[in-house]
């Protein structure tokens, strides 16, 4: 994840999502929902980009957003929350609510 200024994106092999309008997607109508384990994710934690200074910030009350990556069938992969899940796992706890954004929202945000 690269965060700026204004620009806020998230970048996974070819792909790359735009966070603020992914965060207009979830917010614009209803979306799949769920509690995120936490252990499931945070193995992840070694590959993405963490600021630890940012970690102790996040509210673990807000939603990760989630995509499928490559259609109906595709990789659910976290788009927004890494440092949210940094410090769920520090803090030890075990599920954190996420919004599964559907195909529309995906293509949406998608910018490559």
């Known amino acids: 994840m690269v965060v700026g200024s204004r620009a806020e994106w998230f970048e996974w ?5 735009d966070i603020a309008r992914a965060k207009e997607e979830a917010a614009a109508r209803p ?46 992969m976290v788009i927004d929350g890494w440092h949210r899940i940094a410090k769920a796992q520090a803090d030890g706890v075990a599920e954190l609510p996420a919004i599964l954004l559907d195909a529309a929202g995906e293509e949406a945000c998608r910018l490559r």
């Open 31 to 76: 979306h799949e929902q769920a509690l995120l384990p936490v252990a499931s994710w945070a193995k992840m934690l070694g590959v993405m980009r963490i600021e630890a200074d940012h970690v102790p910030t996040r509210p673990l009350d807000e939603p990760l957003l989630l995509v499928r990556m490559g259609g109906p069938e595709g990789t659910v």
């Open 13 to 17: 092999g070819p792909h790359r999502y």
